[in-house]
C-alpha cells in the first residue's frame, strides 16, 4: 500500500472532502492552516505545509511540518528547536541542481515532499535510484489521479507516496483505491491430476501481456471460479519456436483467470489494457497488463484434478505438448503428458463469484 496525502489548501468543498478522505482512511491531511488540523481522528497524520509562508512560533496539532530550506532553514536544525513534531523537505525541481537537492533529501530526509514541474518522469526515477537505501519517504506531488498511478510505479518501485489536491468529492476514493498497487498474495495447493481427456475442438485464448514473466511464473485459470490450476508462460525453450515470455498460453475461451481487486475475469473478455494476476510458485503475486488477447481455434484437452480436501478443479486448454502448467518446485509439465496422479499448483478461492466479485452466497459450478 502507497501513502495518500490529501492537500485540501485549494479545495472549495473542504468539509465535504474531508469526509470522504477520513472515511477512505488516507495516511495524512496536508493543510497550510493550522486551525484545519484540530479535531482530526489520530487515525490520519497531520500535515502543516506553509508553502510561501512564514512558520509560527507553535505547530499546534501537527504531527509532520513540510518546510522549503531556502525560506525556513534546514529541516535537522528545526528538529532541534521543535522535538515535538517531524519535518519534512519540500524541492520543487526544475533543473540538474535542484535534482540533486532532492536527490540529497531523499538520502537524508524523514519525508521529501517531491514537485517535478516537467512531465517525463526521468527525474523522479533518478531521486528513487538515490533513495534506494534510505529509511526517508519520498512523497511525490501528481495532479490527478492518472498521473498518481504512474508515479506509483515508476522504475518498479514508484515512489513511497502521493500528495494530491481533489478537484471535487470522489478524488480520494479514486486515489485511494490507486494506491492500492499490488495483489495480496495467494496460498497454492498442490492439486492431484485424476483424468484427462482429448474434447476436440473450440476456441483458447493466448494472453499477450507488457510484462516478462519469471520461469516459476504465469497465470492461474479454470473452469470454475474455486479452482484455478498455475499456467505457466512460454519463458521454457520450445523445439520450432522462439520462447515468448511475454505470453501465457491461457486456455478456454469460457476460463476463469484472476485480474485486479481479486476479481475474476473470463479469458474472452481480456483485451488490451485489462490487468491480470501474475502469480508464481511460492504464491507471490503482481498485476500485469494485457497488451494482447489471441483467441483462435484450437484442439482441446480437459485436465480434472483434485484437492487434499476433495474440492475439483477443471482447466481446459490447447492440446498441444507445448502447452504448459507448473508443478511443485517449479516443474513445468507438458499439457499433454498429464496423467492421474501427478501433481500441479492451483488455487482454491473460498468465495463464489458474481459478476466477477467474490461474495458468499450458494453456487454450483460443474
Not at 469526509?19 to 492552516?33: G, I, K, N, P, S
Not at 538515490?130 to 512523497?139: E, F, K, M, V
Not at 494476476?277 to 504464491?283: E, F, L, N, P, R
Not at 486448454?317 to 504448459?324: E, G, N, P, S
Request: hydrophobic share 40%.
Amino acid at each position: 500500500m502507497k501513502l495518500v496525502w490529501l492537500d485540501i489548501r485549494t479545495v472549495g468543498a473542504r468539509q465535504a472532502v474531508l469526509e470522504e478522505a477520513l472515511h477512505q482512511r488516507v495516511d495524512a491531511v496536508v493543510t497550510d492552516d493550522l486551525a484545519d488540523l484540530e479535531g482530526l481522528p489520530p487515525t490520519v497524520k497531520k500535515v502543516f505545509f506553509p508553502d510561501g509562508k512564514e512558520l509560527p512560533a507553535e505547530f499546534g496539532a501537527a504531527d509532520v511540518v513540510v518546510v522549503d530550506p531556502r525560506r525556513h532553514g534546514l529541516p535537522a536544525e528545526l528538529a532541534v528547536r521543535h522535538p515535538e513534531v517531524e519535518f519534512g523537505r519540500f524541492t520543487e525541481i526544475i533543473d540538474a541542481p535542484t535534482l540533486e537537492d532532492a536527490c540529497r533529501s531523499a538520502r537524508d530526509e524523514r519525508w521529501s515532499v517531491l514537485l517535478f514541474r516537467d512531465p517525463t518522469k526521468i527525474p523522479l526515477e533518478i531521486v528513487i535510484a538515490a533513495a534506494a537505501r534510505s529509511t526517508g519517504s519520498l512523497i511525490t506531488v501528481a495532479q490527478d489521479v492518472a498521473e498518481a498511478e504512474i508515479i506509483f510505479g515508476v522504475l518498479e518501485h514508484g515512489s513511497d507516496g502521493v500528495m494530491m489536491a481533489p478537484r471535487k468529492v470522489g478524488d480520494a476514493t479514486a486515489l485511494k483505491a490507486a494506491a492500492e498497487v499490488g495483489v495480496a498474495d495467494l496460498d497454492l495447493t498442490e492439486l492431484t491430476v485424476t483424468a484427462t481427456e482429448h474434447i476436440g475442438m473450440g476456441e483458447r485464448a493466448c494472453v499477450d501481456t507488457c510484462s516478462h514473466f519469471r520461469e516459476d511464473e504465469g497465470i492461474l485459470v479454470g473452469s470454475h471460479s474455486k479452482g484455478m490450476i498455475l499456467c505457466v508462460s512460454e519463458t521454457h525453450p520450445l523445439p520450432y519456436m522462439p520462447t515468448r515470455p511475454f505470453r501465457v498460453n491461457a486456455g478456454a475461451i469460457h476460463s476463469y483467470t484472476i485480474g485486479k481487486d481479486e476479481r475474476t475475469n473470463y479469458l474472452s473478455e481480456l483485451k488490451a489494457g485489462s490487468k491480470v494476476t501474475a502469480v508464481d510458485i511460492k504464491g507471490q503475486t503482481r498485476l500485469v497488463t494485457v497488451g494482447r488477447v489471441k483467441i483462435e481455434s484450437r484442439p482441446l484437452i480437459s485436465i480434472d484434478a483434485e484437492a487434499p480436501d476433495g474440492r475439483k478443479v477443471n482447466l481446459i486448454l490447447q492440446d498441444d505438448w507445448h502447452v504448459r502448467v507448473l508443478g511443485p518446485g517449479g516443474s513445468v509439465l507438458n499439457s499433454t503428458e498429464l496423467k492421474p496422479g501427478d501433481k500441479v499448483l492451483g488455487y482454491l478461492p473460498l468465495e463464489d463469484r458474481h459478476v466477477g466479485y467474490p461474495i458468499d452466497e450458494f453456487c454450483l459450478e460443474k
